[in-house]
């Protein structure tokens, strides 16, 4: 094998060759130059010595099968590199396409994750036989990191499932199969045990199969479900935009829409005009910044976070057992749920056994509703839910080693309740504080043990929202951060980890992007177009529906709690412009929010109808309309602007908790990668962030004034990564 080789050759004595890709230089297979080179040649000696051949083997050395293209290749790519990129893609599928007409059998034996280049790998072969190992992934992810499949997945998958399954089930979603649901799907033939039965069974079916055909392969092949020009599908296919149109809310997602056209396209054309067809929109989405930005943070800073980039270095792995969960009210509810759901025991403390009871009945509910969609069954269920133990004792907490305070946003109050604790819980517990606002070190006066003290900042509802934002105190220890990472894994969250500040990260990011469009208001904008600069930014909340989420009358006691804290420092208290907004809607309209049962929107028994007529009357003025780019670039730079001073206070120092931080905890739109990959990839990058800033500054106020470290980057012209 020549060292530069990604694929090892062996043949056996009934002539079946076994192609093993195993990449000398990385971890995982990845569709690199090194590979393809290695499946040109592989592909050169099998029609060379096609006559001696009688079936070929495709599998893998890695614990993963082939883990798809080379995201940093993407990542380099500009619209200068199309024609390579094009052109490098036309020789991927050109090897795969030789590879399927070679006049043998081929059978693609999945011993692990088959997602992205890999599915296409195995899709080019006439025989998918997957392994169903732990962690076993199968499918095409490539819209996730705002891409298409680039090596013939869209055509295989149309021309296997048909154009709506192929869509709706794999490349929209982008989902990632187990291997019985990828069979279940249609992706793979056959799934055994282990990855031992893989090669013997392989060979069974070659032996069964000497001269297989790829089905669009065969004369007359139809397309499963008709072709877009059928009259049953005609009659579908128009839904299909609008419904898409519905699902990104206008959001600037080209990937989706990519996806879209080249399996509607390529379906009205043959096999190898198709993959023509596939290959220019890949390039163009290749080569655009939106899929540079979702690479960078969906899988560069989710691998260093996820590899525990932000964990302290030196200390053991730490495992838990038992959690006191002091309040039973919505985030007490669900943090008791997922710790039990983790396999923790969980200590839920309340007031009184009403609410604490309550609280467990939550869980009840959501694991009634797993149980009704096949997600779970009745008896793992009943075993999650034993795990719960509601009570008014404190001394019921004995033998806890991790304790999470999620009672009301009072600093005194989270005392008393730490108070009655620490000394009954195990004598190294973790002492942890679920609030989105108040300082850890504050808080951390309550308890005698400070350096095992940390926050602990979840979202609701906690059940679905993936991110854990861990929030270091000036007495938190090394060991006790350590800790708690550790903790987010085993409850199944995202950690970040930020440093103590009021509000911390997320809670002082998103309140600027909620105090734009409520200035807005304010300036008398009319409401719908404020939702629809917020939709068509790409949040997945408009900012008014979310203020009413979050209810008015929480956002004024935050304000005016500080207002308070900076009088006592002896620090100037900052003006609003939500502030005249927010105060109408609670005293002249008593409208607090969706738990008041009015706000910006109208409610009706629970649920959102409307935005509130109101408005229009009450705030909207004449002439008052500003450049709809305007009102979306206002609330994405004044979040991305807040977590540049937020570095510059130290309150971040991780560039990937930052960007995943703000994507998946406060909704910051995926297709920017992030707060600060927003800036780093901004037309013009940073300097170009800093002009536009300067602009919307000049305009609306000097908030949109960038920072001097932010103007320094831009001079020296680099990125703040």
Known sequence: MNEQDTIRWTRDEDGIVVLTMDDPGQSANTMNAAYIASMGRVVDRLEAERDSITGVVITSAKKTFFAGGDLNDILRATPADARAVADQGTQVKDQLRRLERLGRPVVAAVNGAALGGGLEIALACHHRIAADTPGSRIGLPEVTLGLLPGGGGVVRTVRLLGIQDALLKVLLPGRRYRPRAAYETGLVHEVVDTVEELLPRAKEWIRANPQPVQPWDVKGFRIPGGTP??????????????????????????????????????????????????????????????????????????????????????????????????????????????????????????????????GKAYSARLLAKDVRRGRSTQAEADRILARITPTVLASDLAGCDVVIEAVYESQELKHKVLAETEDVVAPDALLGSNTSTLPITGLAQGVKRQQDFIGLHFFSPVEKMPLLEIIRGKGTSDTTLARAIDLARQIGKTPIVVNDSRGFFTSRVIGTFLEEALAMVGEGVHPASIEQAGAQAGYPAPPLQLADELSLVLWRKVREETAEALRRDGLAVPEYASDAVVGRMIEEFGRGGRAAGAGFYTYEEGKRLRLWPGLGEHFTKEGAEIPFADMQERMLFAEALETVRCFDEGVLTSVPDANIGSILGIGFPAWTGGVIQYIDGYPGGVAGFVTRANELAERYGDRFLPPDSLVATAQRGGTVR
């Open 229 to 358: 020009s059928s009259p049953s599908l005609a009659a579908s296919l128009p839904a299909f935009p609008a419904q898409l149109r519905k699902q990104l809310k206008g959001a600037p997602l080209p990937a989706p829409r990519a996806i879209m056209a080249a399996a509607v396209e390529g379906a009205q054309v043959d096999f190898d005009t198709a993959l023509v067809v596939e290959t220019r929109y890949f390039t163009e989405l290749a080569t655009g910044q939106v899929a540079k930005n979702m690479i960078q943070a969906f899988f560069f800073d989710m691998r260093h976070i996820e590899s525990g980039g932000s964990r302290p270095a030196g200390h053991p792995a730490s495992a838990f057992t038992k959690a006191g969960v002091l309040g039973a009210g919505m985030m007490g509810a669900g943090i008791a749920y997922i710790c039990a759901r983790s396999g923790l025991d969980v200590v839920l403390k309340d007031v009184s056994p009403e609410s604490a009871e309550k």
